[in-house]
C-alpha cells in the first residue's frame, strides 16, 4: 500500500474540513441490511477521520450528522439516529477529551429531544478547555435557516438602535453566525456520489474546494481523506485572482 501521508505538505494542511457524511442507508441495503445498520457503521469512519484529522493538525472538522430536513424521514429512522448520538457521544467522550478535541454543535439545538440536548452539552463541557481539533456537530442543521436567523438578529439591533442599517459590515453577519467563532472551511467533501450542498454552510462555502467522491460514508476511511486532500493540495485556489498573480506570490 502506497503511503499516502507522506505525499501530504504539512505546511498547507486545510484549517477547516467540512464534511457531508452521506450514503449510510446504501451502503446497508448493499450488505442486504436495514439502513440504521449504515448509520452504525457510519460512526466507526466518524472515529476514524476524527482520529486522523488530529493526527495531520487539521483545527475544524464540522461534520453534516443530520439536516432539518432529515426530521422528514420515516419516525423510525429519526429516533434510531437520535439514539445513536446520544450513544455515541456517551460512549466517545473521555476519548474525545484524553485526545484534545473540542466539541461543538451548529444548528436549531432546541429542536433536539432533549436526552440529546443534554448529553451535548454535558459532551461540549467535558471537552471545553480542550485545545486540539475543535470537532464541530452540524445537528438539526439548515443553512437557509442559519442565515434567516442571522438576519432576524441583525434587523432587531436595527429597531433597537444598536446599528445603522447602512453601516452593517459583512463581520457583522458573520458574527451572528452559528459558526461565528470557526474559520469558513477551505475543503468540503460529499462521499457517496451526489455533487449537491444539501442546504449546508451555503454562506461559509462561498470559497471551499469542494471534493466528491463515490465511496460511501461508513468506507470512508483514513486513506480516503488523505486523499482528498492531496486532491485539494493539488488545486489553485485564486480567489478570483489570475494565475499569474497567485504564482507570483507563492514563489
Ligand atoms: C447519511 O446517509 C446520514 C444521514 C443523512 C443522517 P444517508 O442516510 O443519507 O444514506 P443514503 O444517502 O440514503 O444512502
Ligand atoms: C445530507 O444528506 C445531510 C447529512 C449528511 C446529514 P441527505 O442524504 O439527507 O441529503 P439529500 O437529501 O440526498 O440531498
Ligand atoms: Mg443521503
Known amino acids: 500500500m502506497t503511503d499516502l501521508k507522506s505525499k501530504i505538505d504539512p505546511s498547507r494542511i486545510p484549517s477547516h474540513i467540512a464534511i457531508i457524511m452521506d450514503g ?3 451502503w ?5 441490511q436495514e439502513r440504521v445498520y449504515g448509520h452504525y457503521e457510519g460512526v466507526v469512519s466518524v472515529r476514524e477521520i476524527v482520529n486522523t484529522c488530529g493526527e495531520l493538525g487539521v483545527k475544524y472538522l464540522t461534520l453534516y450528522a443530520f439536516s432539518t430536513e432529515n426530521w422528514n424521514r420515516p419516525k423510525a429512522e429519526v429516533d434510531a439516529l437520535m439514539e445513536l ?3 455515541t457521544i456517551r460512549k466517545e467522550v473521555d476519548d474525545l477529551k484524553k485526545n484534545n478535541v473540542k466539541l461543538h454543535v451548529i444548528g436549531d439545538f432546541a429542536s433536539l429531544p432533549e436526552v440529546c440536548q443534554k448529553e451535548m452539552n454535558e459532551g461540549m463541557e467535558i471537552t471545553g478547555e480542550n485545545t486540539g481539533l475543535n470537532l464541530v456537530l452540524a445537528l438539526s442543521y439548515s443553512s437557509r435557516l442559519e442565515i434567516l ?4 438578529a441583525l434587523a432587531s439591533k436595527v429597531a433597537k438602535g444598536e446599528l445603522l442599517a447602512e453601516n452593517i459590515t459583512e463581520e457583522d453577519f458573520k458574527s451572528c453566525l452559528d459558526t461565528c467563532n470557526f474559520p469558513d472551511p477551505e475543503l468540503m467533501i460529499r462521499t457517496s456520489g451526489e455533487s449537491r450542498i444539501s442546504n449546508f454552510l451555503l454562506y461559509q462555502l462561498a470559497y471551499a474546494e469542494l471534493y466528491f467522491t463515490p465511496v460511501h460514508w461508513p468506507d470512508f476511511r483514513k486513506d480516503n481523506l488523505f486523499e482528498a486532500v492531496l486532491d485539494y493540495q493539488k488545486r489553485e485556489r485564486r480567489f478570483g485572482k489570475t ?3 497567485i504564482q507570483k506570490t507563492t514563489v
Do not use: H, I, P, T
Open 24 to 26: 449510510n442507508g446504501r
Open 28 to 32: 446497508a441495503k448493499e450488505r442486504g
Open 85 to 87: 448520538l446520544v450513544n
Open 149 to 152: 436567523n442571522a438576519s432576524k
Open 243 to 245: 494565475s499569474d498573480q
